[in-house]
């Protein structure tokens, strides 16, 4: 039996990643979309990469855009929340073997900078 990471923010295997396997994170635009838009887009991203043997770990996180949750980051300080965002994300990057992007990442900044991080440490990089 192979070993296994614990990771709360993997899609579709319940928190267990198999030592082995390949991890890929989604980098798509958001900002002016609804949630609704980005999981779309962000479901067929997933399927894409689950059928080429991925493990997908999620950085979308959908709660946070509720205004309570605004709220509690404004409470500890967070002053700009994309940044918050783009923080967590590249955080978890750092489980990846690889990072898929969407269409329109070059056009948002958040998709860029991780593009740059990606490229920089050598994670391998998936175009839609």
Not at 76 to 94: C, E, P, T
Not at 101 to 124: K, M, P, S
Request: aromatic share 10%; hydrophobic share 40%; proline share 2%.
């Amino acid at each position: 039996m192979g070993s296994f990471i614990m990771s709360s923010n993997c899609i579709g295997k319940e928190g267990l990643i198999m030592a082995s396997s390949k991890v890929a994170m989604i980098s798509q635009p958001m900002s002016g979309k609804t949630p609704d838009e980005i999981k779309f887009v962000r479901d067929q991203a997933v399927e894409a990469l689950t059928a080429k043997g991925y493990v997908v770990i999620n950085t979308f996180f959908p709660s946070d855009w509720e205004d309570s949750k605004k709220d509690e980051l404004e409470r500890h300080g967070v002053k700009n929340q994309s940044i918050a965002f783009l923080g967590r994300a590249i955080a978890l990057m750092s489980q990846c073997d690889a990072v898929y992007f969407c269409y329109g990442w070059e056009n948002a900044r958040g998709c860029i900078i991780e593009h740059d991080v990606a490229q920089t440490y050598g994670l391998e990089i998936l175009y839609e």
